[in-house]
Every structure is written in structure tokens, then in C-alpha cells.
């Protein structure tokens, strides 16, 4: 088991750097719009399932059913991006996304649309996500190379969150005017400027390799690479800790502002706006870290996830809250964008497929797993003291990793 050299250093990019290619901006617009689509469907999609369920167990089904796969199968998705045309690739999997939007929208417009109809489609766009996410990370660093790869996730992460705070704001007014069907249409457009977006790429011809070992070795292959590589094993292993024992914590933020902070909708929105803008925050502050503060950022980011969201749940004042959830977002962008530069820039270019496939395991899998545990560890001692025990989880975990940072590097 070998180490991997130390991360190359990697100047401070301006942050719109990624923007003088081409494909990348074709990217990022479509990308943007489409995004917008996705929230307003997964708050349509929501609003649905409560008016026909009254159930917050069925809502919670339906989530972890479009997320769970995710952490099944995104293996096997890096795997497949290792081996073909990774734009093709997305463009087939950005086109099933519009058929299962236009699908439910078909159902919701003709009245016809139950439960059974919702898991199945929030299964299939699942199943779609465990191989889109992989490819589309991998296939940032094909649009504008290593130089501008920090500049390219930072943008990522602001138009991802860009989009978690104008999406659901428009779902919000579109469902009280003209009702959630047009949410599920509405997205269902919103993929016509990617698949757009992808067509009009200038991207050099891809060569598929003479020889290629079967997928299965292929796969054992990319988690030995993971497991061998120091570097990013333990961003990974950091990331994993706070997704799962943190990034729950807004599962449990509605009943955290009802019962704990006794606010209303509205006080709970705030919140959840505040979140977006912390999340927007540490996304612009990834174009800002030299190549020596981005070695240290994942831990120390994980730490400060950890203590933020520790001193979050002893809050009791409304106004204490929302000045505590903003840093709490704050740390949890950064630690996830970071890693995702770490492991990019350490990664072969052979291997992008699957490590990434590993990231997006670690950051997104592990969540509906601890959204699971922390609404039994709720249940049972309270939203308050499993929030503490979730914080301190993410702090040792952050702790840990940057020990074997500096242990490494001594």
C-alpha cells in the first residue's frame, strides 16, 4: 500500500476562472437552470405526497428512496464513466431525469397520480442519480483541466446552492398559484437547456481503450486505489463521519424550530434561507484558499462544522439560532468542496470515475443513513441532545483526520 505524493500546489484562482471555457459555461448555465427545475420538483414532489398521505413517514420513504441509491450503486456508476464517453453518458441520464419529471407531471395534470406512483419514479431518479453524480464530477475536470478545477467546483457549489434558495422559493409561489403539477413541468423543461448545453460541446473525441479488464475488476480496482491513497482516504473517511453524523441536522431543523425554538413557518423559513446563505458563503470562499490552507481545509472545516452545530442545538433565542446555523453551513460547504478539490487533484485521470464515485458516496450517501439515525436517536433523547452528540461526532472526526495529517507529514 503506497502513499500518494503531497497535493500539487495550486495557486489561488480568481473565482470565475473556470468561465474562460467554453464548455464549461455551456455547462454551468444549463446546469443552473436545470438545478432550479430539480428543487422545485423535490418541493412539489413533497407538498404531493403530504396532501395525499397526511404522513411524515411516507415523505421520509420517498427521500431516502431517491437517495439512498446513491450510496449503493454510485460505485458502479464511477465505474461505467471510467469506461465510456462521459458526455454521452450524462446526456442519457439528464434525459431519463426529464422523463421522470414529465412522467409525474403526466400523472399529477390528470389526477391519477398516487403514492405507489411517486416511490416508483423517486426509485428511478435514484437509481439515474448513482450514475449521473460520479459522471458529472469526473467530467468537470474534462471541461476545464486541473489549472482551473478550483475555480470550476467553487462555481459549482455556488450554483448549486443558488439554486437550493431561488428553486424552492418559486415552487412555493407556483404551487399556491397554479398547483405542484406545474413544479413537475416545469423541471421537466428545465433539462432541454442541458441536454442543449451538452450538444453544443466542443469536446476532443473520445478513444475508447483497445483492452479493458471486466468491470468487476475494474471496480475492485478504484476502491483499492481509494483505500491505498492516504490522502484521500482520509478526506473521505472525514467527510463520510460529518455527513452521516451531521449533515441530518436539517432533517430535524422543522421540529427544532417548532417545539424547541417555538417559531412558526415563517420563522422556520428564515432558517432555512440562512442555511442556503451560509452553505453560498463557504462556496465563494473556496476560490479563496491557497494550495496550504486547501490541504488543512476538510479537517479543520469538519471541526468547525462540529462545534458550530454543538453550540447551534443549546440554542433557545430565535435571533442565537440563526447566527449559529449560518457558520454551521458555512463549514459543511467547505469541508465538502475542499474534499472534492483534494481528491480531484490527487486523483489519475483513468480513475476519476470511480474515486469520485467514493465522494459522492461519502458526501451524499452516508446522509439519508443518518437521517435515518437521527430521527430513532430523536425519538428516544430528543432533537436537542442528538443534534450535541451528531456535532461532537463531526468535531472527533475532524480531529482525527488532521492527526493523521500532521502525523503524515512528519
Known sequence: MTDSPPTPPVPRPPLTQAFRHRNYRLFFFGQMLSQMGS???IIGQSWLVYRLTGSPLALGLIGFLAQSPVFFLAVFGGTVADRVDRRRLIIFTQAAFLLQAAALA??????VVEVWHVALLALFYGLMNAIDIPTRQSFTAEMVGREDLQSAIALNS???NSARIVGPAVAGVTIAAIGESWCFAINAVSYVAVLISLLMMRLTRFVKPAERPRALSDLLEGFRYVIGNREIRTALLALAVSSFAGGPYLTLMPVFANEVLKVDAGGYGLLMTTVGAGALCGALAMSRLNSEILRRA???AAIGFGLC???????RDYALAVTLILPTAFCLMLQGS???IIVQLNVEDRMRGRVMAYYTMSFLGMMP???LAAGATAHAIGVPLTLTCGGLLCAIGGVVALWLRYRRSV
Open 106 to 111: 403526466t400523472l399529477s395534470f390528470t389526477g
Open 158 to 160: 455556488i450554483m448549486f
Open 338 to 340: 475542499s474534499t472534492n
Open 369 to 371: 443513513f443518518g437521517a
Open 39 to 41: 428543487w422545485m420538483q
Open 309 to 315: 452545530m454543538t453550540a447551534f442545538s443549546f440554542s
Open 298 to 300: 476538510p479537517s479543520v
